[in-house]
């Protein structure tokens, strides 16, 4: 099967990632299965549709950075979609624009978040 992407922003998606976004159709179980889907500005599968429609807001959400790459969104997608993948795609775009997004100094209640959370957005930052 072969899979022709042709806007900008979910071809580079593509590109990055090896994901078609269209595959998914909004179910929302993703967001569902988020453990820190409380904590973000946008659930994944939101994000998922700005891609879905080039909409370049998807690359300023603070839900890319809040990404815990736990895989349960992946594990629970019916349609097979990484979304982890996609997500991570997200910040290589961000970070190839040389948009800094997250000053670990700068977070508040940073003894509230998730640790895991932390430490995987402070890894996805400092290479």
């Not at 909409?55 to 690359?59: F, H, Q, R, T, W």
């Not at 019916?78 to 624009?97: S, W």
């Not at 957005?121 to 290479?127: D, I």
């Given at each position: 099967m072969?899979v022709k992407i042709?806007l900008?922003l979910?071809k580079?998606v593509?590109?990055i990632s090896?994901?078609n976004?269209?595959?998914c159709?909004q179910?929302g179980?993703?967001s569902?299965?988020?453990?820190i889907?409380d904590?973000?500005?946008?659930?994944p599968?939101?994000v998922i549709h700005f891609?879905?429609?080039n909409?370049?807001?998807?690359?300023s959400?603070k839900?890319?950075w809040a990404?815990?790459e736990?895989?349960?969104?992946?594990?629970?997608c019916?349609?097979?979609?990484?979304?982890?993948?996609?997500?991570?795609?997200?910040?290589?775009?961000?970070?190839?624009?040389g948009?800094y997004?997250l000053?670990?100094n700068?977070v508040?209640?940073?003894?509230e978040l998730?640790q895991?959370?932390?430490?995987a957005?402070?890894?996805?930052?400092?290479?």
């Open positions: 072969t042709t900008s979910p580079k593509f590109e090896g994901e976004v269209y595959l159709y179910c179980k993703c569902a299965g988020c453990p889907a904590k973000m500005d946008y659930l599968n939101q891609v879905q429609m909409n370049e807001k998807a690359l959400t839900m890319i990404c815990a736990c895989f349960n969104c992946t594990v629970i019916p349609r097979g979609l990484d979304v982890t993948k996609v997500m991570e795609a997200l910040r290589i775009i961000v970070l190839r624009k948009i997004k000053d670990l700068k508040e209640k940073i003894e998730p895991i959370a932390l430490i957005a402070s890894r996805k930052l400092t290479g």
